[in-house]
T-cell receptor, first 115, second 112 residues
Framework: KNQVEQSPQSLIILEGKNCTLQ??????????LRWYKQDTGRGPVSLTI?????NTKSNGRYTATLDADTKQSSLHITASQLSDSASYIC??????????????FGTGTRLKVLA | NAGVTQTPKFRILKIGQSMTLQCTQD?????MYWYRQDPGMGLKLIYY???????DKGEVPNGYNVSRSTTEDFPLRLELAAPSQTSVYFC???????????FGEGSRLTVL
């Protein structure tokens, strides 16, 4: 069964500190992996996309990694800001003729950044 | 561009009532999706469409219906609302089958 698991469920850090969010997946065949940021009361917005051949990709203070062998991804946030407080959702896309559920969603990590 | 627009943002329904959640996108995307998001759960796919005139069921279609008469619009119909349909509903679109999802702002529905 295709699954995406994220850890931790929630995280509280002080402004200016770094943090790393984890995503483990069992999705086959793998197409790509995206991290989305969801602010409270808003829809998710894509931060990064990782394809099979990519190990690391940065978007400002956000750096995503992908280890296709261990089926793990991480999202590292550097020098956190209050505006980083949000839920971060890992979404894995299934490739090929994998039927209806092309997008498999994790349950998200809720990040709270304190001043 | 407005992107994906959903209405209404909030609605309270009584058990047994019906309503339609509206969704429109101006990005000319063929793929459109309806998800529901419950606390502590990942987004669940209700219905999706790969183009005008084509719709199909997702994981949790019971109690819902959709139509796709144009590329832009993908309304979700709730018939005979039940408390189990209390949730936040998101409409999304994508330019291709595994492409980036563009979400609307969500519609929070409460059934009492």
């Amino acid at each position: 069964k295709n699954q995406v698991e994220q850890s931790p469920q929630s995280l509280i850090i002080l402004e200016g500190k770094n943090c790393t969010l984890q995503c483990n997946y069992t999705v086959s065949p793998f197409s790509n992996l995206r991290w989305y940021k969801q602010d409270t009361g808003r829809g998710p917005v894509s931060l990064t996309i990782m394809t099979f051949s990519e190990n690391t990709k940065s978007n400002g203070r956000y750096t995503a990694t992908l280890d296709a062998d261990t089926k793990q991804s991480s999202l590292h946030i550097t020098a956190s800001q209050l505006s980083d407080s949000a839920s971060y959702i890992c979404v894995v896309s299934a490739g090929g003729d994998s039927g209806t559920y092309k997008y498999i969603f994790g349950t998200g990590t809720r990040l709270k950044v304190l001043a | 561009n407005a992107g994906v627009t959903q209405t209404p943002k909030f609605r309270i329904l009584k058990i047994g009532q019906s309503m339609t959640l509206q969704c429109t996108q101006d990005m000319n995307h063929n793929y459109m999706y309806w998800y529901r998001q419950d606390p502590g759960m990942g987004l669940k796919l209700i219905y999706y469409s790969v183009g005008a005139g084509i719709t199909d069921k997702g994981e949790v279609p019971n109690g819902y219906n959709v139509s796709r008469s144009t590329t832009e619009d993908f309304p979700l119909r709730l018939e005979l609302a039940a408390p189990s349909q209390t949730s936040v509903y998101f409409c999304a679109s994508s330019p291709r089958t595994t492409g980036e999802l563009f979400f609307g702002e969500g519609s929070r529905l409460t059934v009492l």
